[in-house]
């Protein structure tokens, strides 16, 4: 359905303040709404959170950190796998009882050559990400007799081939559940204003990245799901991370810590891994550092081990392994961060972001600026 609205590119003169940039976005994101209403019930509700993300990142964009104030995180602040408490068999069983698997499934195999979700793509034996996953899950559920659900996030862009892929595990020892992530417009880099002139076009819209993750799960209402079933812990990573898998050691350790609501798991950084996420210290605290928060002159040595010593293995903390106790995320800080209450705590920034694309000529090349609210 065609939109029935000025060009946003004829506005590019009239915007001199950021006040005026949101209040036109405002009066175009009406428009999108009135015109996407019967095919998308959800767009109201998609329309305020992509506001608030996209005045985020006005107020934020810009900033980096102080490279002068980074630490390496003391050795006392992360706990070697080989300390944490030994597994007690007559309790695991009652600790994986509360716990669900959630995998997000919301990218494209595009980037491997592949047409449709990466969770689809063949992997080893004519086994895809996903085939794995649930093999993963259901091995889990067979050894200690329980019940631990497969949870899916997807997008707008994975959620149809996901339904009709989830129908040949019907028979599996595995309760397989999924929501969809939120649908925000692409926005011109010059005006900042929305892109989309059909609705139907997903080009012009983008899924937000995986810092949406604790919102969708609480205005999709499988939080809510979660919660009444009992589960108190999810376990969070790629779906195309398949080293990631249940630890009962790291559910041992959190079952006697009840004051702790987010582990994540590292490892040692390497020369070969010139990407992703690192913890630093930072005003006393553990943070995430990302590429987008490094000053330019820095960006080479962010990516030094001997500078800050721990790698996430994936570009944002959210990407990797990580527990999370499921109540936490009712009132985490606008839901983008996690505070993990006992010392050392951890701030943690997860990241979303807003998608710009060029106006000329081509409008399928698209940069992401993120931002992120700590």
């Known amino acids: 359905m065609a939109l029935n609205r000025t060009n946003s590119i004829q506005n590019l003169q009239r915007f001199s303040s950021p006040e005026e940039i949101v209040t036109a976005l405002h009066h175009e994101l009406d428009a999108i709404k009135?015109?996407?209403?019967?095919?998308?019930?959800?767009?109201?509700?998609?329309a305020?959170?992509?506001?608030?993300?996209?005045?985020?990142?006005?107020?934020?964009?810009?900033?980096?950190?102080?490279?002068?104030?980074?630490?390496p995180p003391a050795a006392d602040r992360i706990i070697p796998h080989r300390n944490l408490p030994a597994i007690r068999e007559d309790t695991t069983a009652d600790m994986l009882g509360k716990l669900a698997v959630l995998k997000l499934n919301g990218g494209l195999?595009?980037?491997?050559?592949?047409?449709?979700?990466?969770?689809?793509?063949?992997?080893?034996?004519?086994?895809?990400?996903?085939?794995?996953?649930?093999?993963?899950?259901?091995?889990?559920?067979?050894?200690?007799?329980?019940?631990?659900?497969?949870?899916?996030?997807?997008?707008?862009?994975?959620?149809?081939?996901?339904?009709?892929?989830?129908?040949?595990?019907?028979?599996?020892?595995?309760?397989?559940?999924?929501?969809?992530?939120?649908?925000?417009?692409?926005?011109?880099?010059?005006?900042?204003?929305?892109?989309?002139?059909?609705?139907?076009?997903?080009?012009?819209?983008?899924?937000?990245?995986?810092g949406d993750?604790?919102?969708?799960?609480?205005?999709?209402?499988?939080?809510?799901?979660?919660?009444?079933?009992?589960?108190?812990?999810?376990?969070?990573s790629n779906i195309d991370n398949l080293g990631a898998t249940v630890d009962p050691a790291m559910l041992q350790f959190l079952h006697e810590k009840p004051d702790c609501e987010f582990v994540m798991e590292v490892t040692d950084k390497t020369q070969a891994d010139v990407k992703g996420g690192t913890l630093i210290e930072?005003?006393?605290?553990?943070?995430?550092?990302?590429?987008?928060?490094?000053?330019?002159?820095?960006?080479?040595?962010?990516?030094?081990?001997?500078?800050?010593?721990?790698?996430?293995?994936?570009?944002?903390?959210?990407?990797?392994?990580?527990?999370?106790?499921?109540?936490a995320i009712s009132h985490a800080h606008v839901f983008f961060c996690l505070l993990c209450p006992f010392p050392p705590f951890f701030l943690l920034p997860f990241l979303a972001s807003c998608r710009f694309t060029q106006t000329y000529p081509n409008l399928l090349k698209s940069h992401r600026l993120k931002s992120s609210r700590a």
């Open 48 to 71: 305020e959170d992509f506001i608030v993300l996209f005045e985020q990142y006005l107020h934020e964009k810009g900033d980096c950190i102080d490279w002068g104030k980074i630490r």
């Open 213 to 236: 993750l604790y919102r969708s799960l609480m205005e999709s209402g499988e939080l809510d799901k979660l919660l009444d079933s009992g589960k108190e812990w999810l376990f969070v």
């Open 282 to 327: 930072y005003d006393d605290r553990i943070r995430l550092l990302e590429v987008a928060q490094v000053p330019k002159e820095f960006v080479s040595l962010a990516a030094t081990p001997t500078v800050c010593g721990v790698y996430t293995r994936m570009s944002s903390v959210i990407k990797n392994n990580c527990v999370t106790a499921i109540n």
């Open 109 to 210: 195999g595009t980037s491997m050559g592949c047409v449709g979700p990466k969770s689809a793509i063949s992997v080893r034996d004519d086994l895809s990400f996903l085939d794995l996953c649930v093999r993963q899950i259901e091995h889990l559920n067979d050894q200690h007799e329980v019940r631990v659900p497969l949870v899916l996030m997807n997008s707008f862009n994975t959620h149809v081939d996901t339904q009709m892929i989830l129908r040949k595990y019907k028979h599996k020892n595995v309760e397989i559940r999924t929501f969809n992530q939120s649908k925000f417009p692409r926005i011109y880099k010059e005006t900042l204003q929305p892109l989309p002139v059909d609705a139907s076009d997903s080009t012009e819209w983008y899924p937000p990245g995986h």
């Open 34 to 46: 009135a015109a996407c209403k019967k095919d998308d019930p959800d767009m109201d509700r998609a």
